[in-house]
Structures are given as C-alpha cells and as structure tokens.
C-alpha cells in the first residue's frame, strides 16, 4: 500500500506543466493563469488628445459618414444601392444581383475576412483600432460626450454624483444627440434594404411596417447600449472577431508596443539636490498619460494585452511628451516582438502567412471579377424530363421532353427564341416566343424529335439556344437527347 | 469529509475534502435567478394552457385548445383563400371558356398546365404513371397515338364518360382457329414495321379479312376513327409488341365477358369516368385535359 503522501509526491517525471509548479498556493497566477490586466473601475474617461493617430481615427470616421449617405445616391433615377430582398434583386449602381449570383457576396465576405487576417497579421488590429464600427461610434460618442459634460475628470466625478435633477439636465442633451446618432445608424441600415425616401415619407406618416420599425428600434437601441454604456467593454467581452484577430498575431507583427528597454526604470525626472545621488531612469517619466488615452483603459507599458485595440492613441500622447522632453519619439511605437527581440525584419513577401492571406484574397477578387465580367444577362437552365426519360412516337420517332427556365437579368422585356442543334434530323416543337419580363423568370416546355435512323447512340448531345434578337442577347446550354437501346 | 471548518467565515458551504477542498456558496446573478424562476412559471403555464399530459386515452386538452392540426388546417384555408382571390380571374375564364378556347390562350393553358399536376398525381397517376409515361398495360399519355382520340375535346370526354375498350375473342365472329390466330398475329407484327403487303403474310392478311378485324381496325389496320380500336400500322402497342402478347390478346379479347364476368386471360382495359370522382369535375375535367394534350403527344 502506498501512502497518501507517495501519491501526491512531486517526483519530476511526469513532464508535465505541473513539474514546474509551486503547488503550494494555489492561487490563480501560480498555476498558470495570466491575470490580464483590465479596466474594471467603471467607465473609462479617456483623455482626447491631437495627433497623428488621432488624425488618422479622425479620417476613417469622416469615412464612415458614407454609411448614412450613400442611400441618397441615385443611378438611372433609382436607389444606387438598394438590396430589395422582396423582389430578390440587389442593385449597386450599374450591376443588379440576383439570388443565384449571391456567390459572389460570398466571394467578397471571403475576401473581406482574409483582408482582414492578413492586415491583421501585419499590423495587428488595425480594423479594431481605426475602422471598427464599435471604435468609431464609441469615438464619436464620447467625443459627444465630452462637448456636453467636459473633460475626462469632471465626467467621473458626474458619474459618480449622486442622481438628481441637475444631473440629468447635463446628461440630457448627451443621451438625446446619442440618441439620435444611435436612430439614424437604424435607420440607414434599413435604407439600404428599403428605397430612403420612401422610409422617410412614411416614418412621417407612421407607416412603418412591424418589421423596419422593429429592425430600426432594436439597431438603434443596440447602438446605443454599445456604443454609449457598454463601449470597451464589447470588445473584451462581447466581440468574437477581437479574439480571433489576438490569435491571428504572431511574432512578426507590428503593434503599439512600450520599449521596456528604453524606457525602464521609470520614473518622475527630480531635480538633482546636492548630496544626492541621482538614480538612473529610463525614458519613461511614469506620466501615465499613455494610460489616461487610451479608450479601454490598459496599460500599454504591461505588455500586449488583450484590451488593446492597437489604436496607437497612447503613441500620440507618448511622442507628445517625448517631444517636450527634448528625447526622440518612439518610446511607445509600432513595434514588433521579434524587433525587440534583435531578429531582424522579415520581408512581408517572405512571411508564409502572408502570402497565404493575399494568395486567397486575390483568388477571391480574380473570381469576382471573372464573375461580374462573364455574368450574362440571361440565365438558362434546361431540365430533361426524366419520367419518362424519351417516349416512343407512333412514327417511330422517339421524343424527349424538356422544361426550359429563363431568367431575365436585364432591365427590359425580353422575347426568347429557342432552338436546338446537335442532331441533323431534329424537329422540335416548343410552344411559344418566350416572353420574360425585366426581372423575371419565364418557362417553356420543348420537345424533341428525332427519327430512329440518327439515333446511333442511346444518349447524344444536344446544344439548346435561347436568343433574344432585338438585344443581341444568346444563352445555350448543354444537354442530351436519350434514347432507348436497340436491339 | 472533514467535520471542522477552519473557515468559518468565507461563506463555504461546510463542505470540505482533503483539508482544504471546500465548496464555496456562491449564489448565481440576481437575474440569473429571476429568469430561472420565470421558467418554472412558464412551465406552468405551459402545462396549463396547451396540450401537455399524455393519459391513457389520448391526452390534456390545454385551456386554449389549440392542437396543431387545426392551426394546419387553417393555414390550408389561409392558402385557399388567397389562392381563390389571385387566381379569380383565370378560375372564372376556366370555367367559361370552352376547353379549346382555353388551350389557345397562352396564359390559360400555362395556368391549367401548372394547376393540374397534383390533381393528375391524385386521380390519375395510378394507371398512367407520374408523368402519364404509362405503366404495363394502362395506356401511354405522353406519346401521340390515342385510342380514343388526341384532340383536346377527345380527351374530355375521355375523362367525362371513362372508356370501355372491347374486342372480341378470336376475332369478330370468334371462329378463328389457333393457327390462324398465329398467322394474323405475324401479319400484325409486319403491318407494324411496314411490311403487310408482303407475301410472307399473305395468309395472315387473308385472316385479318375473314375475322372481320377490318370492322374495327380498318381494311389497311388504321381505324378509319378513333373509337377505341388499335391503329395497327403504327410503332406503339397498346398491350405488347411480343408476339405472344399479340396472339393472347386476339385469342381471349379485351373485356370480354361470360354470365357478366370477365372470361380468362381476356385483357382488361377500363378507364372509369371521372366525372363524379373529381372535385369541382366541370372545371377540372377541362384542366386535366389540357394538361394531358400538353403532355407531348396532343394532337
């Protein structure tokens, strides 16, 4: 028998992560769990200050106002981007979509989603820092925020005063243009799917239907519990695509980083007494203001972190200071790890997940554009009859059945003619000139004759064409003719 | 479990293995709670207000009396109503029209093609196949030879009245002796591909001429109208193009019958009439008809 302390004997064999372990505490950082650091003393109050960053935040947000004008564009006189799910037709300006071109959304969000892995991988979460929606509408709302209630320390002492009704009258005007911003993102979301003058004739006339009136309130709402109370926190807690792109970085990649090297041991510059021996700092003057910028309250001297959206907000405050300083900027900079590390500087071209990322990407954008290049305007799709698969006439002929659908792409009517090669002695009777209108999809059924002395195979091909003379317009598709086996 | 707790006051349960492995009572969220309670309530309700309890005949019946087949049965009344409003003009033309007026016009005849399918899959399906391929022994309604007639009206009254074939065994008289009866089946068969005037069968011809066969399938096999007898000179069989076939058919007939029964081996070829079988028959007898002339082989 063995005793209970022989079972628990830490022998070093085992080559576990735990050989290496003081199991004595068993708190959570000593078995391995990093306690990331985190703002969780409430709302961050962050300090807005100029700057390169600033100003490239700033641009990318002007950018954004696209989002609430482009429904006002027109094309021909209609809606420039429209995606009418109703009618199953999505216009961007001179191209029109139907369901069954919906691949190439797919190739685009393909393409959309391994930009993003490979800007990701150069330059950690640039989408996360510039161009997010959740960054930007949060930027725009303290920024909001700030023009109504002041600067960062009188915002928290607001937030932490009690209720009362002057309280209120500041916070008001606040909630109200957040409000607003918060309706009109919903709104626009919905022009884009609904004609905008429409939408608005009938927001004044409260006709609405259950739908656009739900989807723009629950927008709305959502924007505004994100964008205004929830803020950081949806990108530490809620946001999916930040952890993905935390995993997506490698050592390679440039983020804002704090030069550890340069900068420690911080501390405040003193003036040097007499008799006092001056210790020796590093660069950084333990100012905190890289801290008091950043919009989800990390600590950018910690280390890359997962509260990091890699805004390089705390780069501007830090040049900021350096500058004053007299030092040279860059003690918080787009760094990599390996740059610290003393590895040298691998060629974008050179890095295996790069050129995978762009490899797919510019597949993705070949095929798009192959796609819109070769789309044509009329769609044919031709169905053999399979029960009974050819039908014996009484002449001897034998005669198959198929059942033509033409979709019309095109923005005008369109008369189908159709005909069939393939065979030298073919009849065919196909009951009509097709009319398809705009938009639409039109039927026939044809019917194939061919007389038993040309049948020298059991299956032989056939070509269907479908023209329409007055655009110049011709399809075909490929089928065969069956028949049965001799004997 | 050890019995003393040397941490009275971190809120643990008292619940304590291996020295120091202790629950620790920590009570879920507030709203947690709530929407867990809320659960329970909508159990209830739940239970209460739709079927729920399974007895041994049948089950609660719910304080709403829902159950789901009615709410089926009234979206089948929802797709009624709206397909009375937006087919009320082409229903009241189908009705109107004659059936050859409603097979000219386009739009109609589109309208009855695409109507129909179910109704040709409930009533008629059985004997002629899914899509009238045929099956063994029941008439082909997608190629051109028609027994009774291809033109549109023809099929109508087809469908009206139903269709008895007869033929007599061992030809009209029934005097035709088993040798003969192989003679004018070969004369048949060669009719079929073209070649009836060859001496070969001429016996065979001269047979076809004694049975009386002309009296139903014309002097040259093609029946002067169709009233239900074969064109003979034709690719297709109504039974069987085996000889074997050819001969049971004349040997024993079609629908012949002794004392009112069906004799042996005679061939059975019944359509019955639809005209009390069908819902709506004035109307749908017409849709049905176009959708078998268009079929492939209407003539």
Redesign the interface.
């Known amino acids: 028998m063995s005793s209970k302390e022989d079972l628990y004997k830490d022998n070093h064999q085992t080559g576990s992560l735990l050989d290496d372990m003081d199991m004595s505490n068993k708190n959570l950082q000593s078995i391995g769990v990093e306690l990331l650091p985190l703002h969780t003393e409430g709302t961050v109050h962050a300090k807005r200050i100029g700057g390169v960053f600033r100003q490239a935040k700033n641009l990318v947000m002007i950018a954004w106002l696209a989002f609430f004008l482009s429904p006002y564009l027109t094309w021909n006189g209609e809606q420039a981007i429209l995606f009418d799910i109703a009618n199953g037709k999505f216009h961007m300006f001179w191209i029109t979509i139907l369901p069954q071109d919906i691949w190439v959304l797919a190739m685009l969000l393909l393409f959309a989603a391994l930009a993003l892995a490979a800007v990701t991988a150069i330059a950690g979460r640039a989408w996360c820092g510039y161009a997010c929606f959740q960054t930007v509408w949060q930027d725009a709302f303290t920024w909001l925020e700030e023009k109504f209630e002041g600067q960062p320390n009188k915002r928290a002492k607001l937030d932490a005063a009690p209720w009362s009704f002057n309280k209120i009258k500041i916070k008001l005007p606040k909630w109200l243009s957040w409000a607003f911003i918060a309706f009109m993102t919903g709104f626009s979301f919905v022009a884009y799917f609904v004609p905008v003058h429409d939408l608005w004739a009938r927001l004044f006339a409260f006709q609405w239907s259950l739908t656009e009136t739900s989807i723009v309130l629950s927008l709305a709402g959502a924007t505004f519990f994100f964008a205004g109370i929830l803020r950081e926190q949806t990108c530490m807690g809620f946001c999916p695509y930040s952890r993905i792109q935390g995993a997506m970085i490698d050592t390679e990649t440039v983020v804002p980083t704090y030069d550890i090297d340069r900068g420690e041991p911080r501390g405040r510059l003193k003036r040097a007494k007499p008799g006092v021996e001056v210790p020796v700092l590093g660069d950084c003057i333990d100012c905190n203001l890289c801290v008091a910028v950043c919009p989800t309250g990390v600590d950018i001297r910690k280390g890359q972190q997962f509260g990091c959206i890699t805004c390089g907000l705390c780069i501007d405050a830090c040049d900021s200071v350096m500058v004053k300083l007299k030092k040279p900027k860059g003690l918080i900079r787009y760094a990599s790890l390996a740059e610290f590390a003393g590895k040298p500087f691998v060629a974008f071209v050179k890095r295996p997940r790069v050129i995978v990322y762009t490899s797919i990407m510019s597949l993705a954008a070949a095929v798009i554009v192959w796609g819109l290049l070769s789309m044509s305007p009329i769609d044919v799709k031709v169905l053999h009859?399979r029960?009974?698969l050819f039908?014996?006439?009484?002449?001897?002929t034998i005669?198959n059945?198929y059942y033509i659908k033409v979709v019309n792409k095109t923005e005008n009517e369109i008369k189908a003619k159709i005909s069939v090669e393939g065979i030298s002695d073919l009849t065919f009777v196909v009951?009509?000139v097709l009319f398809v209108p705009a938009g639409d999809v039109g039927s026939a059924?044809l019917?194939v004759r061919v007389p038993e002395k040309d049948l020298k195979k059991t299956d032989i091909p056939l070509v269907i064409k479908v023209t329409d003379e007055a655009q110049g317009i011709t399809s075909e598709y490929d089928s065969n003719f069956i028949s049965p086996k001799k004997r | 479990m050890a019995h003393k707790n040397p941490w009275p006051d971190e809120g643990n349960t008292g619940h304590i293995w291996d020295e120091d492995l202790r629950e620790l009572d920590n009570p879920p969220p507030l709203w947690w709670m709530l929407s867990f309670y809320a659960g329970f309530v909508s159990i209830i309700f739940y239970t209460l207000y739709y079927p729920s309890i399974p007895l041994a005949d049948g089950h609660t019946k719910g304080l709403s009396g829902w159950t789901q087949v009615s709410e089926y049965h009234e979206s089948v009344k929802e797709l009624n109503n709206w397909r009375e409003r937006k087919f009320a003009w082409q229903e009241e033309q189908m009705s109107a029209l004659s059936v050859e007026e409603i097979l000219k016009d386009d739009e109609l005849r589109t309208y009855a093609v695409k109507t129909s399918k179910m109704l040709f899959g409930d009533y008629c399906a059985a004997c002629h196949g899914a899509s009238g391929q045929g099956n063994p022994n029941f008439p082909v309604l997608v190629d051109d030879d028609w027994l009774w007639g291809g033109k549109v009206s023809q099929i109508v009254t087809s469908i009206t009245t139903g269709r008895i074939g007869y033929m007599p065994a061992r030809g009209l008289m029934g005097n035709l002796t088993d040798s003969e009866i192989s003679e004018v089946a070969g004369y048949v068969l060669a009719l079929s591909k073209g070649k009836g005037e060859e001496p070969a069968v001429a016996a065979g011809k001269a047979v076809f001429a004694k049975g009386m066969c002309i009296a139903c399938h014309g002097p040259k096999g093609k029946p002067f109208a169709p009233a239900g007898a074969a064109n003979l000179t034709d690719k297709i069989w109504r039974f069987s193009a085996d000889k074997d076939d050819i001969i049971r058919t004349i040997t024993y007939g079609v629908n012949v019958k002794k004392n009112g029964v069906l004799i042996a081996h005679t061939r059975s070829g019944v359509m019955p009439s639809f005209k009390e079988r069908l819902p709506n028959a004035e109307v749908n007898i017409k849709r049905l008809a176009v959708y078998v002339h268009e079929l492939g082989g209407g003539l």
């Open positions: 009859e029960a009974p039908v014996l006439m009484s002449d001897g005669q059945k009951d009509k059924q019917l």
